[in-house]
């Protein structure tokens, strides 16, 4: 087996100042990008850090006790937040989900999701507002989150064996606990509640018959998602990818499966329902089977920063903007002429394309923008 390394790199790739276009582009709901993908799904990263060190995204050997996280000064507001999701909304935005690192880790995140919830499409519509988190401050917070406006969570699962579960999470935290989350948010009326499982060769695939007998029946949709190439600190390697393909055979052979159509435009997952009616599975194959065609999720970072892409190697700054005094006609501008200039499709392109070389064009981390 060839020997791994994982580059001690900062996380934050390179950025170019978002610049407002000379003659203003008006919102009109329906912004497209070079390849005519519209602006619909908006995923914001509230902070940085993460209370897990989990092997395929926040490494112990890079993310320890020295690592430089950002300063307090340097994150959006959630009033900046709240003003920057307006004007992706005046363009086209229904959902927003809220990300991290761990999403709950951000004090007093209850009165972000207020305010985000009080946000109205321009034809009057509510926004679909859900957050993805790890689970581990999910049973204390769950409540709050419903209050506050959350629509439903997606939680982060990598298996129910305990041993496995403390492995992959690196900080020893037990699955029971979030277990207990998903049961809390479940009872909060935070749903449909997805549950994601991140499918390492060679570590957990052992896990996927004994996630899905666990969660068929409950309501609950479990996600099987593909190890992914993402950034440049988890080591990736080909080999330890399990195709969804064989995921789906798996559990095919045990609970027969039938497959649904898309939800929605743009759906990253492929759906599969259980043929007695158990429920509902999906897999996302961002390795094996592209879906860059109809993808139209941009993504704000902490600082406010722009990426078009999961793999991108550089954001936009909208912070320099915001904090420089712009108004919202010219941050709507700013995003429009940015989202207009996009054609990013990595995963349709990766296997054609060179991998990093220390040029400091390195893929932004999936820690710092969120999944």
């Excluded at 902070?47 to 959006?76: G, I, Q, W």
């Excluded at 009033?79 to 909304?89: A, K, M, P």
């Excluded at 406010?304 to 005094?325: E, I, K, N, S």
Aim: aromatic share 6%; with cysteine; charged share 25%.
């Amino acid at each position: 087996m060839a020997e791994r390394v994982i580059p001690i790199v900062d996380k934050r790739s390179a950025v170019q100042a978002a610049a407002v276009p000379a003659q203003a582009i008006a919102a009109t709901g329906d912004l497209r990008d070079e390849l005519g993908r519209p602006l619909r799904d908006l995923r914001i990263s509230v902070t940085d850090r993460c209370n897990f060190r989990c092997s395929y995204c926040m490494p112990k050997e890079v993310f320890d006790k020295n690592y430089p996280y950002l300063p307090h000064a340097d994150l959006l507001s959630f009033e900046e937040i709240t003003r920057l999701t307006q004007q992706f909304v005046a363009h086209g935005v229904r959902k927003i989900r809220l990300t991290g690192g761990e999403p709950l880790l951000r004090k007093n995140i209850e009165i972000l999701i207020a305010q985000l919830a009080a946000l109205r499409t321009p034809d009057g519509h509510a926004l679909d507002l859900t957050l993805t988190t790890n689970g581990s401050l999910l049973a204390r917070k769950a409540q709050a989150l419903r209050a506050a406006g959350l629509a439903r969570v997606t939680v982060s699962l990598d298996g129910l064996d305990d041993t496995v579960f403390r492995q992959m999470n690196d900080v020893d935290f037990p699955v029971a606990e979030v277990l207990r989350g998903i049961d809390a948010a479940q009872g909060a009326g935070l749903g449909p509640i997805k549950v994601n499982m991140v499918v390492k060769r060679g570590t957990n695939e052992h896990e996927i018959l004994p996630m899905a007998r666990h969660f068929r029946g409950t309501g609950i949709v479990l996600r099987f998602i593909e190890y992914m190439d993402v950034g440049a600190t988890n080591g990736w390697r080909m080999d330890e990818v399990l195709p969804s393909a064989e995921v789906v055979k798996l559990i095919h052979t045990e609970l027969p499966l039938v497959q649904l159509e898309p939800s929605a435009p743009g759906e990253t997952a492929q759906r599969w329902s259980y043929a007695d009616g158990g429920g509902e599975v999906g897999v996302i194959s961002s390795v094996t089977q592209a879906f860059c065609g109809d993808c139209n999720r941009a993504r704000l970072s902490t600082e406010g920063q722009v990426y078009l892409c999961l793999f991108a190697t550089q954001g936009h700054d909208l912070r320099a903007l915001l904090r420089g005094g712009a108004s919202d006609a010219q941050l709507a501008s700013a995003i429009a002429h940015i989202w207009q200039g996009r054609s990013d499709r990595y995963s349709q392109l990766r296997s054609t394309l060179a991998p990093d070389t220390g040029s400091g064009r390195r893929r932004v981390e999936m820690s710092y923008i969120g999944g």
